[in-house]
């Protein structure tokens, strides 16, 4: 079964510093998105991204964050400053539009 | 904003008990997707709900949208300790992204 594949697994780093977390989608899926989960809490939408933009953003994704497809494959999601309270697991998620999206394994970020 | 919610948050059961969680959504849906997360896992996609009134099964598990498309439901029959994890509903809009409910974790005793 086809899977999205996130690295790094785990990624701990000082406040202030630049982090990028990566994923690789589904190939024949269209619509990529960055979710985050603090421990013990829900899923929250960050980012949707589109036709090599983004579609829509939500109130977390403030201008520390961006998105991009470097190389046309890989989905990327850089967090430019990272605060203390940035520490969550993050997900990559890819959806063909049509039916349910899939999730990748996570990148557990801790900022120290 | 738009908003999801889900209860209970927590549901302890007995094994061979049965288990509902509930979700409701500020807004009319265009669909509402179900999810199954494992205690350290990646929420892991169940099901897609569409039309009005939809009822669809999974073996044990039955999942319903409501009439108005606002709310929806999984009642699990006769769980097993393989049915335990965290549940989530989540809406969808026609911009396509999935706004979470907070979650219904099961635990079930053996």
């Known amino acids: 079964e086809p899977e999205v594949t996130q690295t790094p697994s785990h990624q701990v780093t000082q406040m202030g510093q630049e982090v990028i977390l990566r994923c690789v989608p589904i190939?024949?899926?269209?619509?990529f998105y960055w979710y985050r989960q603090i421990l013990g809490q829900k899923v929250e939408f960050l980012v949707s991204f589109y036709n090599n933009e983004i579609s829509e953003k939500s109130e977390i994704f403030d201008d520390q964050f961006s998105v991009e497809r470097p190389d046309g494959s890989n989905f990327t999601l850089k967090i430019r400053s990272t605060k203390l309270e940035d520490s969550a697991m993050y997900f990559c998620?890819?959806?063909?539009?049509?039916?349910?999206?899939?999730f990748g394994s996570g990148t557990r970020l801790t900022v120290v | 904003g738009q908003q999801v919610m889900q209860i209970p948050q927590y549901q302890h059961v007995q094994e061979g008990e049965d288990f509902t969680t509930y979700c409701n959504s500020s807004t009319t849906l265009s669909n509402i997707q179900w999810y199954k997360q494992r205690p350290g896992g990646h929420p892991v996609f169940l099901i897609q709900l569409v039309k009005s009134g939809e009822v669809k099964k999974q073996k044990r598990l039955t999942f319903q949208f409501g009439e108005a498309k606002k709310n929806s439901s999984l009642h699990i029959t006769a769980t097993q300790t393989t049915d335990v994890g965290t549940y989530f509903c989540a809406g969808n809009n026609q911009g396509g992204k999935l706004i979470f409910g907070q979650g219904t974790e099961l635990s079930v005793k053996p």
């Open positions: 998620t890819t959806g063909d539009g049509d039916y349910g999206y899939t």
């Open positions: 190939s024949n899926h269209l619509y």
